[in-house]
């Protein structure tokens, strides 16, 4: 993430939003099913933690992230143990990890830099690793009501921007109707891709 005025939002608001309340959903246990017992799991975009929190509970051995410096200290607090400060395009990491987490994070990068990123993170997993990432759908960029900045993809550009970053083995794209911080009605985009 590399936009000033959403980074700004999440300065002004970390304490705040890490308080709303969040459930952990069926696409985490699902990915988590999916790999070894253990696996090394990169999460990019911790938010408040709770995912993270979740996957130090079942035993995986996670290292978290998230472009925003505060947001990264509250996830820190949430799970005692550090949270790296990294925005997308600077995962440099080669075969590293046996899944990435990326639930509602991706949505921030810039549209033109998605397929770059997309790129980094299938070079960053190990053979056969899986990658789990959520978007919300639209028609191209633009900004919500608290001015973050979203690149709101429909099903076909992101499956697009997937295949043009990497040869992945597997590639599944499913929809789904919820919601948001906003609490606005959101259809979210969820991809699974194995490298």
Sequence with gaps: MADDDTLRFYAENAATYVQRQRRIGTHLAHFLAALPAGATILELGS????DAAHMLSQGFDI??????PELAAEASRHIGR???VMRFDQLDA???FDGVWASASLLHAPDAELAGN???IFRALKPGGLFVASFKAGSGEGRDQ???YYNYPNAETLLARYRA???WSELELTEEDGGGYDNLPTRWLWVAARR
């Design 165 to 167: 970053a990497a040869a």
């Design 94 to 96: 080669d075969a590293q």
């Design 47 to 50: 938010g408040g933690g709770e």
């Design 82 to 84: 550090p949270v790296r």
């Design 146 to 148: 608290f001015g973050r």
């Design 63 to 68: 290292h978290p992230t998230d472009a925003s």
């Design 118 to 120: 997309l790129a980094q």
